[in-house]
């Protein structure tokens, strides 16, 4: 596992840019793992600027998002679908038939979920997977104490889950109960993984993610047997990270 420990949210999210951007330009066809929430909302930025600055093309990209709120259909103001079109793919040219993300609404969930690993398996598997991490360990919607054998599916969230992103609802108890994300397996599967972190709040799990035994009570902590994983922080995120891990500091640029 590789660190990169950059002054800020800003310097994580220009690294996280510039690395991706690199392999997106080296492999004409590649296919990103993508994921929702605050953490790679600079990521994106950075994406769209490059792409508007003729530097960057999606044209070549596939992706499939990580995950996706059940019972919200994908117009839905809050569903993952409509945060990626609003904050990626409706500013950049990526063709809309090489995007995927899992469909909340829809009635068969056990075979939409093996639907869409036979996607990503026909596209031959994921190239780049970027993730954020939850206070709890999370990743994607994998929650403390889910399988590590498990490929894309139906998932119930922990009531810390929902209250964190209840932010995003006018009320609580609009926070759906359950959601539709690729599994631990799934994650494991990417040929590299990237993993972004910033602020405070996401020191603990940080901490032992990287630090701890590896245990399905923090699911982000399997990374650690990925063969190809970099996490890429900001000072906060780190802050709790020993000196002999904090040694491989980068300074941000
Ligand atoms: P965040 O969420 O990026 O909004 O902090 C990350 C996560 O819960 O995986």
């Known amino acids: 596992m590789e660190i990169f420990v950059e002054k800020d949210y800003e310097g994580m999210s220009l690294r996280a840019a510039q690395m991706v951007a690199i392999e997106i330009k080296r492999k004409r066809q590649i296919v990103l793992g993508l994921a929702s929430g605050n953490t790679p909302l600079g990521l994106y930025k950075y994406w769209i600027r490059m792409v508007q600055q003729g530097n960057l093309s999606f044209k070549g990209v596939t992706s499939f998002n990580l995950d996706e709120y059940l019972g919200l259909a994908p117009q839905h103001p809050q569903s993952y679908w409509t945060y990626m079109q609003e904050n990626l793919f409706c500013q950049i040219d990526i063709e809309p038939e090489h995007v995927h993300i899992p469909h909340g609404d829809v009635e068969d969930v056990a075979a939409h979920c093996l639907a869409y690993e036979q996607l990503i398996r026909q596209v031959g598997g994921i190239d780049i997977q970027i993730l954020g991490i939850g206070q709890n360990g999370h990743i994607g919607f994998n929650e403390p104490g889910g399988r590590f054998g498990n490929s894309t599916h139906l998932v119930e969230l922990t009531e810390g889950t ?21 599994g631990l397996k799934s994650i494991m599967n990417a040929k590299q993984i990237v993993l ?3 602020g405070e709040n996401k020191s603990d799990a940080v901490y032992k993610a990287i630090m701890e035994e590896v245990s399905s009570e923090l699911p982000a902590s399997v990374l650690q047997l990925h063969p190809n994983c970099v996490f890429i922080l900001d000072e906060e995120a780190a802050s709790r990270l020993p000196a002999s891990v904090q040694g491989k500091r980068e300074v941000a640029r």
Do not use: K, W
């Open 162 to 182: 929902r209250q964190v992103n209840s932010r995003y609802f006018l009320q609580g108890e609009d926070v759906p109960t359950h959601a539709i994300t690729m």
């Open 196 to 198: 972004l972190a910033a």
